[in-house]
């Protein structure tokens, strides 16, 4: 599967986006845990936020805990991230990954596909 990432862009701080995250050719992600990861320039990729396959259980980095929120889509083949109350700090390109996991864990590291990244910028 390939992932396709939409829904970056600029905005101004304290604006919301929601960014999008589908599996190319309608393939199911049932069995797979989904997720976000972020790279701003000079620095690393980190993560963001994941969800469990069948979406039951969610994690989130300090810094998205209470501003971002991340959902399945009903039909498996993808994953969205709600950010609201964005900040200059959370500029950054967005990656969407998939990880085999059918135990409801969260955890994306090594993930199996790999997004091409969106553009997230805010301005102060």
């Known amino acids: 599967a390939r992932l396709v990432e939409s829904g970056g862009g600029l905005v101004q701080a304290g604006d919301s986006l929601r960014l999008s995250c589908a599996a190319t050719?309608?393939?199911?992600?049932?069995?797979?845990?989904m997720g976000w990861f972020r790279q701003a320039p000079g620095k690393d990729r980190e993560f963001v936020a994941a969800?469990?396959?069948?979406?039951?259980?969610?994690d989130y980095a300090d810094f998205a805990q209470g501003r971002f929120t991340i959902t399945r889509d009903n039909d498996q083949t993808g994953n969205y991230l709600q950010m609201n109350n964005l900040k200059p700090e959370d500029t950054a390109v967005y990656y969407c990954?998939?990880?085999?996991?059918?135990?409801?864990?969260?955890?994306?590291?090594?993930?199996?596909?790999w997004g091409q990244g969106t553009q997230l910028t805010v301005t102060p």
């Open positions: 050719s309608g393939r199911t992600l049932g069995l797979y845990a």
């Open positions: 990954a998939a990880k085999f996991d059918s135990t409801f864990r969260t955890d994306i590291t090594n993930p199996e596909y």
């Open positions: 969800i469990s396959y069948a979406g039951t259980f969610t």
